[in-house]
């Protein structure tokens, strides 16, 4: 067969074990961890459907190797502990059934065990523990491992290998970076010590080489051992690429495959997780710089999601295997689609962090563009109707288009009637970012799934209550979205002002001096981007928060974008007046402002048009209503309520 992506397709042999091509699944944590760690059935089915997507290999991540100094609420193996071995053993299985091989990350969280507990305050109340005595940033006293004890983790390590072999994974991955304990141990940052764990490179590098000759000896040979570490930690008083390179090296003899990433996670989340505001493999280059120096394969990450570009790491020698993490929760089934050279059906990443924010908010995960995740075990084929029947759709933004696609396949006859001349709904707005693009090309995907399982779409076609009664659908999915929210106040009519919402159509109108009149997740990206065009932007906001709508690992990076891109932000200010100055606004304590600028955007926030849901409500024997039209809220809601609608007519 003739691949579109050949390098990308190409298989790899690492210790003897042969990989079908270069695309792994990176860790990413379960969901329903028990108590005393075992990998619960929805975690199981989680990793699996990665598997079953295509990747070559999939990682279940962490499994916490000493307990005794690591309380953090992840995985454990432990012949102890009922079912802990047996569960692993289900979910080394259900990886493997699927031609993909099973790895387990083993981890240590050093002085920052207890970071995946729920209740944080739990997490303040134990025992931390690292390589020297300090304080951590937020008040928690550090205490340093004594020899004893660092003998003690190594043997863990060593134990909970040979387990995890014996339960059916077939590689092991060390879990050296991110700021967790091998890390610490490697970083002159957190390492204090004078003893022979601490001070020169050798030295900080002994435990790292000590865990690894653990897991060897543990495994024995021709079993595949990854090393994951941080190729630089990115932040002052840390080590840079240079040292990266001399620990790559120190570290290889021991190593099957090196791992590189970056940054370290509790000092730059947003380096180890590249957000939507970076490029796209923005942490390739110390891969490719580190694979210079080192012979054996090398492995890089860092929001991948595009195979043309994954093609160009490999085939340029930057690196040997691609990982995604976030790109296969989208999408899991993006390996296989690159396989069979149907890139062109990959369901892009919007790098939105729903999956993250969700885990660290609910312990559950969620993506923005697959209601899957989350909830494999509820199965991941859309099965055939008894009974065909047909379906009308009232909108096309992402719901609707979700809803049409999924009754389609479901074999319904389905009619979607968007009102405009052009599908996407509030979705059309973004192509007025360009670090949102994903988002604005999710609506050419979701039309071509639909259109491709013989969903009729009619444009400039509004659905009345009349226009329901001519069509007689047995179904009706109301996803009538929301509107800007524009309220009455002076000047708002001037030709100085566009709302957020059509800003797309009005970008040759937007001047050098820019009021954005809303502080919420739509103002401040839009400030940013015009920020980045290199305007003087000023963010107007009535609270005094910017982004309370933003998910938590979002806003800290949008906060910080904000910093840099905006020239000034006017919290507790309520706009009065617009002129052609700039907007008149009123703060706290009465006094008027004027902020200046000579184009204001108005981004006050969205309603929902509950009016055509009223006239809608019973016009169809089914009824459902989804997405803002329901009640104003994200993608992630309309995508899911819109499956959800789908599979219940």
């Not at 199981?44 to 991540?61: D, I, N, P, Q």
């Not at 100094?69 to 080394?92: C, E, F, K, P, Q």
């Amino acid at each position: 067969m003739k691949y579109d992506y050949p390098h990308l397709c190409s298989p790899i042999t690492i210790a003897g074990k042969t990989f079908p091509h270069r695309m792994f699944s990176a860790p990413m944590g379960g969901t329903d961890i028990t108590n005393d760690g075992c990998i619960g059935p929805k975690s199981a089915a989680f990793y699996e459907l990665r598997a079953k997507g295509g990747a070559a290999a999939v990682t279940v991540s962490e499994c916490m190797v000493h307990p005794v100094t690591d309380g953090s609420h992840a995985y454990h193996l432990d012949t102890a502990v009922l079912n802990s071995l047996a569960s692993a053993t289900y979910a080394a299985d259900a990886i493997s059934r699927h031609g993909a091989v099973p790895s387990l990350e083993l981890s240590h969280s050093g002085m920052y065990a207890g970071t995946y507990m729920t209740d944080k305050t739990r997490q303040h109340e134990m025992c931390q523990w690292g390589p020297s005595d300090t304080t951590r940033p937020d008040g928690v006293p550090v205490r340093a491992l004594s020899k004893e004890q660092i003998d003690e983790i190594v043997q863990a390590y060593g134990t909970v290998a040979g387990l995890a072999k014996r339960a059916g994974f077939e590689m092991i991955m060390i879990h050296g970076g991110h700021g967790w304990l091998i890390n610490q141990f490697l970083s002159p940052y957190f390492n204090h010590r004078t003893d022979e764990y601490g001070g020169s490179l050798e030295n900080r590098c002994r435990f790292a080489c000590q865990v690894l000759d653990a897991v060897r000896a543990a495994v024995g040979p021709m079993f595949p051992i990854e090393f994951r570490f941080s190729g630089s930690e990115l932040f002052e008083g840390g080590y840079d690429l240079e040292e990266g390179v001399r620990i790559a090296q120190t570290l290889e003899s021991r190593i099957d495959l090196l791992h590189v990433s970056a940054g370290t996670y509790q000092r730059g989340f947003g380096d180890t997780h590249p957000s939507m505001f970076k490029d796209h493999g923005c942490n390739v280059y110390l891969a490719a710089e580190i694979k210079k120096h080192v012979s054996i394969p090398v492995a890089t990450i860092g929001g991948l999601n595009d195979p043309a570009q994954m093609e160009e790491i490999i085939a340029s020698g930057k690196a040997d295997v691609v990982y995604m993490a976030r790109a296969l929760l989208a999408d899991p089934f993006l390996p296989r689609k690159v396989m069979e050279n149907r890139s062109e059906d990959i369901v892009h990443c919007l790098r939105c962090f729903t999956c993250m924010a969700e885990r660290a908010a609910t312990g559950t995960r969620r993506c923005t563009v697959n209601p899957l995740i989350g909830r494999e075990m509820e199965g991941d084929e859309v099965q055939p109707a008894l009974v065909k029947k047909k379906v009308l759709i009232a909108g096309g933004g992402p719901g609707g288009l979700y809803a049409a696609w999924t009754a389609a396949r479901r074999g319904h006859s389905v009619v979607l009637c968007e009102k405009e001349v052009a599908l996407g709904g509030i979705l059309k707005s973004e192509i007025a970012l360009p670090f949102k693009r994903e988002m604005f090309a999710l609506t050419e995907t979701y039309e071509r799934f639909a259109r491709n399982a013989g969903v009729e779409i009619r444009f400039n076609t509004e659905v009345t209550p009349e226009y329901v009664e001519k069509e007689a659908p047995d179904a009706l999915i109301i996803a009538a979205g929301s509107r800007p929210l524009v309220p009455p106040i002076k000047g708002m009519d001037g030709e100085q002002v566009v709302v957020v919402n059509e800003l797309y159509r009005n970008l040759d109108k937007i001047s050098d001096k820019v009021v954005v009149m809303g502080g919420g997740l739509a103002g401040c990206e839009c400030a940013i981007s015009l920020g980045m065009e290199g305007k003087e932007v000023q963010l107007v906001e009535m609270r005094d928060a910017l982004a309370p709508d933003a998910n938590v690992r979002h806003r800290p990076l949008l906060l910080k974008e904000i910093e840099k891109q905006v020239k000034a932000v006017h919290t507790g200010y309520r706009a009065e007046e617009i002129t052609p100055e700039g907007v008149w606004c009123t703060d706290a304590n009465g006094e008027r402002h004027l902020v200046e600028g000579t184009t204001v955007i108005c981004a006050l926030g969205q309603r929902a048009r509950t009016d055509v849901v009223e006239q809608l409500r019973n016009t169809a024997p089914f009824v459902r209503v989804i997405g803002d039209a329901r009640r104003v809220s994200t993608i992630t809601n309309a995508v899911y309520q819109g499956y959800h609608a789908a599979l219940d007519i």
